[in-house]
């Protein structure tokens, strides 16, 4: 393929970057910033292509899933986020544990995975999830149950003056089985204090999710890119999900999550470009040598561009959903869930072989 020649690749500046992703070299922080800056996304989208391709073939993975959201009151009150109500707020909402049920039973699946996620509420208390995640345990045996972010078993802990340990050893017990990678955001202090100043820090996110980790349960982990932060940041942030991974080997699949500005009280000079957007997940691809999965969420991404992402690095197209409020209040375009035969055939157009896959990505 003329994209790999080495002549090609030295006038871009990336000779180095191309031989050591042909031989399976790890890249450096500086192999980072180089491929975010070559003019060329195609380039840098090829090389992803090729590191996907080697672990995945022409594999593109979905999954039945159900997306639930239990509140959108939070105390946080992230400047990027278009979804949180303070408490007491018009359109604010708790969802009753029958409620939970019923959202799930209304939408008739036999979901795989069971994602629920939600706001950090001032007063929900530990007890309200326990029962939550047995309830659905017990009539959904086949799901994977994916709940709360990092961020979210860190406010549970100081609401009930435990540590975040004790917190998930319980929520294991009624029945979870993998944390969601949300609330990464990025990780650089400079960064996080503007976009997040009261959420859990980068240093506590990281040890929830090692702690996780050392419980026997799999999580996902994210970055939230364009908007304040620079490609330094990016690269620091996939960096030291790296460095994570290598301590303990639990995060299954990155989901990168392009920032979507409507009813955002983060005004940006200039918004991502598609083609950012690509370059961005297929540097991703590339950073994380020792995470197996990248997620192309075609909530945030849209549905075209979720398929072009499977040719820029991206193996996995998330599921069914069903609904989903955090993107679509943030003005996400994309419809509300897909059918299973919706999803292989998006999944078909871009000629990968569609693969339905359970919450651990196990093929079924
Ligand atoms: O943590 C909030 C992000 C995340 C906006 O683990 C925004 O499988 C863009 O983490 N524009 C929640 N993004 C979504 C998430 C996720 C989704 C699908 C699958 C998985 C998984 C995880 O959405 C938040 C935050 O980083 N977010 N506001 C916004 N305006
Ligand atoms: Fe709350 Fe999550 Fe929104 Fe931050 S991103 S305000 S933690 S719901």
Redesign the pocket.
Known sequence: MQLFKSDYYKTMGLAAVRDKVMDGERLSFEDGERLFDCPEPLAVGALAHHARTRLHGDKAFYVVNQHVNYTNVCVNGCV????QREEGQSGGFVLTREDVLAQLADASLEPREI?IVGGCHPRLPLAYFEEILAAIRERYPQAVL?CF?AVEISHFASLEGITTGEVLTRLKVAGLDML????A?IFRPAIREQLCPRKATADQWLAVHEEAHGLGLKT?C?M?FGHIESHADRVDHLIRLRESQDRGRGYT?F?P????TEN?KLSIDSPLTGLEELKTIAVSRLMLDNIPHI?A?WV?LGVKQAQAALKFGADDF?GTVVEEK??HE?GATSRQGMTRIELEEMIRGCRCTPIERDGYFNEV
Do not use: V
Request: neutral net charge; contains cysteine; charged residues 15%.
């Open positions: 990027f986020c278009a979804y994602h994916k972010t969601p990678g949300g609330g955001e996902n994210t939230l699949c989901i999550l392009p920032f979507l955002s997620k969420y945030m998330d955090i993107g943030a």
